[in-house]
């Protein structure tokens, strides 16, 4: 899995978080340095998870939303904006987790997967 690497933060529900209190600590996230992984719990909004999980993904995806990130601090000057928020605002839109949509993702995913195993 060299090719990969490690990204999104995506939340376990608060009764999981409560729970994991007593495990040790999390390692953290490969995250560019600038990105602070600690997020006030009283501020943040109910629909995101309070304790991040990672999961790989390509090196190029990586990269990409790095920039994307970059793109949104740099030109529109959102200076909050992290990879994080970026991936949640381009996933969450229930049209992509429709069983059509995610018909057409089959072969992608295939390809995906064999890459995984054959790379």
Request: hydrophobic share 35%; no cysteine; aromatic share 6%.
């Amino acid at each position: 899995m060299g090719r990969f690497s490690v990204l999104l933060e995506n939340s376990v529900t608060s009764e999981a978080s409560q729970e994991a209190s007593t495990e040790p600590a999390k390692r953290r996230v490969n995250q560019a340095s600038s990105q602070s992984t600690s997020r006030p719990t009283e501020r943040s909004s109910p629909r995101v998870m309070e304790r991040p999980k990672a999961f790989y993904i390509t090196k190029r995806l990586d990269r990409d939303i790095d920039e994307a990130v970059r793109y949104f601090q740099d030109v529109h000057g959102i200076k909050k904006v992290d990879r994080s928020v970026v991936v949640t605002a381009m996933l969450d839109n229930d049209s992509l987790w429709s069983d059509k949509s995610l018909d057409k993702l089959v072969d992608r995913v295939m390809s995906e997967l064999t890459s995984r195993l054959t790379g």
